[in-house]
């Protein structure tokens, strides 16, 4: 849907720099190498950014 | 209290602070127990406070903006999911400022020592940040991290709101918890059996965190306090040269906060409590003995 403010396991604000990695991504950089930079250090807040899938847009028609 | 050991051990730790930045810590204790480490770990997460938003009042209805053009209240999400996810938003703390709602001299109703206030006034196409949200006085009370993503809103959308934070703990709330991934584990002695090694640096290359390095042919220890205990040099050394073991008299200890307060407020505020509740629960006892 929208990415989680926090990590579902360890509760680390992650929300805010999704958009960078978003956007760093989608210029070139690996995943890894960007999350890394970012300070998202842990499996568990990685996995979010990962497997995020961003549906908001698509929903937001019919809000 | 008979069969009971009363007697008291002391402890004499040292610490050695390995890491301490804005929101993150790294402590060595020497020669401390795990339950004391373990105590401060608790204390942390369930017992400091911080603050939160924890109510919202959303405007229902038509929302104009000056030009007279007429907007609707509505949005991709459900008001109830917008404010869990304003409520998960770090709340910049001070605990020497705040009191709980319940025990302020306002008796609840909502005061500067007990409460602030947010507005939150949106109009769409846009995407709602959570820098977005106007703290009613004091600038200082800024959400600390102004580029998470609240919701996005579609043409002729708006959200118009008031949030109010208070303070409470994590025992009421995960989202009154200021700590997040904090753990303590043994810190590693590991030990090369030169006489064995046949230089062939397996180790070195299934190492995940560049424990070993290289002096010449020799394979050295480097960093054993990057050291996460996974074993995987015991595994791939066939020669059984590579020992790594758990040093009992090392605890490493680390922790992150949601920047709400700082790493070390944090660890200064959590050994406070702490020293509260034992100093409570040793009169408690002396009252008993009486």
């Given at each position: 849907m929208i990415i989680p403010v926090?990590?579902?396991?360890?509760?680390?604000?992650?929300?805010?720099?999704y958009e960078e990695f978003l956007r760093r991504v989608q210029m070139g950089e690996k995943p890894n190498e960007v999350m890394d930079a970012l300070g998202i250090d842990r499996y568990c807040c990685r996995r979010i950014f990962l497997t995020h899938v961003e549906l908001v847009d698509e929903i937001a028609p019919y809000g | 209290m008979r069969g009971l050991d009363t007697s008291i051990r002391v402890v004499h730790m040292k610490i050695e602070i390995q890491e301490m930045t804005h929101n993150k810590g790294r402590i060595v204790f020497l020669d401390a127990d795990p339950s004391i480490v373990n105590a401060i770990r608790r204390t942390m997460i369930s017992d400091v406070p911080k603050m939160a938003i924890e109510k919202i009042e959303y405007h229902l209805g038509a929302i104009m903006d000056e030009g007279g053009k007429e907007f609707e209240s509505?949005?991709?999400?459900?008001d109830e999911m917008i404010a869990h996810r304003l409520g998960l938003l770090p709340v910049p703390t001070d605990l020497d400022v705040f009191v709980f709602r319940s025990k302020c001299v306002c008796n609840g109703e909502g005061c500067p020592n007990c409460t602030i206030m947010y507005s939150l006034n949106k109009k769409g196409p846009c995407t709602v940040y959570s820098?977005?949200?106007?703290?009613?006085?004091?600038?200082?009370?800024?959400?600390?991290?102004?580029?998470?993503?609240i919701v996005k809103l579609n043409e002729n959308q708006a959200i118009l709101a008031y949030a109010t934070a208070e303070l409470s703990t994590g025992k009421d709330h995960a989202k009154y918890s200021p700590v997040c991934g904090v753990g303590h584990r043994y810190s590693a002695k590991i030990s090369i059996d030169s006489a064995k090694c046949?230089?062939?640096?397996r180790c070195i290359a299934v190492c995940p965190k560049d424990v070993f390095s290289k002096e010449g042919k020799k394979i050295v220890v480097?960093?054993?306090?990057?050291?996460?205990?996974?074993?995987a040099c015991v595994e791939s050394c066939e020669l059984n040269c590579v020992k790594v073991q758990e040093d009992p008299q090392r605890i490493v200890f680390r922790y992150e906060t949601d920047?709400?307060?700082?790493a070390k407020d944090l660890l200064m505020r959590s050994l406070k409590i702490l020293e509260e509740k034992f100093t409570g629960f040793s009169e408690q006892i002396s009252a008993l003995q009486e």
């Open positions: 926090r990590c579902f396991t360890c509760g680390k604000v992650i929300g805010g720099v | 509505v949005s991709p999400l459900f820098g977005d949200l106007e703290p009613l006085g004091d600038a200082k009370f800024k959400i600390k991290d102004d580029l998470v993503p046949d230089h062939d640096a480097a960093h054993p306090e990057r050291c996460n205990l996974c074993m920047g709400s307060l700082s």
